[in-house]
């Protein structure tokens, strides 16, 4: 009991650590604000800016989330199709690999070209960003079933969709909600790229025109921001594997610790 209580304050106790000397070096070497301000100035500067903050950072939040969402259909409809059919891999990865080795950054101009500054281009570039993984890792369950599952199954009598409905999508979901938690903190990515490259509003657009103004603490704010919600939307999708697919991580310590 006492070591449960361990793992689930060291988080913090390292985060307010890292806080910590991080001020101190700041301190101790001078360090000019511009350079690198000082977390209790950056704390000061959400404050300031709390309204301004908190008005992009649900702009933000709907354009991660909206891209976030094709991601995951398009991604587990793609996983399914991959893992199941063979020709499809064949036919449809190296098409999907090519696109995901693309920078992002570079197709953002095209998307402003295509649909204008806003919100689409940050939901596309969200969604691009954030697909490839859940793709990769739902076409990988349904690939891991052993063949010979798959020859008793066939010889009861189990065609080819009832194999993938009672034991591909089963063994599937672990690895896709391993995904979501991934692909939630690349959509980030993806949304506050396209914010800072082509946006007018959002936490992007936001530091882009607090560095314009050589406010470089706004700027740490911002970063602080994305960073807080990221790792809520991380924790929110890690309660819901542990809930959902309880079952494949019985007796795993990392598991059982989250």
Request: include cysteine; charged fraction near 10%.
């Amino acid at each position: 009991m006492a070591n449960k209580h361990i793992v689930r304050l060291l988080p913090w106790v390292i985060t307010i650590g890292f806080f910590v000397l991080w001020e101190l070096a700041c301190v101790l070497f001078s360090i000019d604000r511009f350079i690198l301000p000082r977390p209790s100035a950056i704390a000061v500067s959400i404050f300031q800016n709390a309204g301004t903050i908190v008005l992009q950072s649900w702009y933000t939040l709907f354009t991660t989330l909206a891209g976030f969402a094709v991601a995951v259909a398009v991604g587990l409809f793609l996983g399914l199709l991959v893992g199941a059919s063979p020709l499809v891999y064949r036919g449809v990865y190296p098409i999907m690999v090519g696109l995901n080795s693309v920078p992002k950054v570079a197709i953002v101009p095209i998307l402003v070209i295509w649909f204008g500054i806003g919100a689409v281009p940050a939901i596309i570039t969200a969604f691009v960003i954030s697909f490839f993984p859940i793709m990769v890792n739902v076409a990988t369950g349904l690939a891991t079933i052993e063949p010979e599952l798959n020859d008793v199954l066939r010889s009861l009598g189990a065609s080819k969709f009832q194999i993938l409905r009672k034991v591909g999508l089963p063994r599937t979901m672990p690895y896709f909600f391993a995904s979501l938690k991934v692909a939630v903190t690349l959509a980030f990515i993806g949304s506050v790229v396209a914010e800072t490259v082509a946006g007018d509003r959002g936490i992007g657009y936001l530091m882009m025109a607090a560095s314009a103004r050589f406010d470089v603490t706004l700027v740490f704010a911002g970063l602080i921001v994305i960073g807080v919600m990221g790792v809520v939307m991380y924790e929110v999708f890690a309660v819901l594997e542990r809930r959902v697919t309880f079952w494949a991580t019985r007796g795993n310590d990392i598991a059982a610790a989250q």
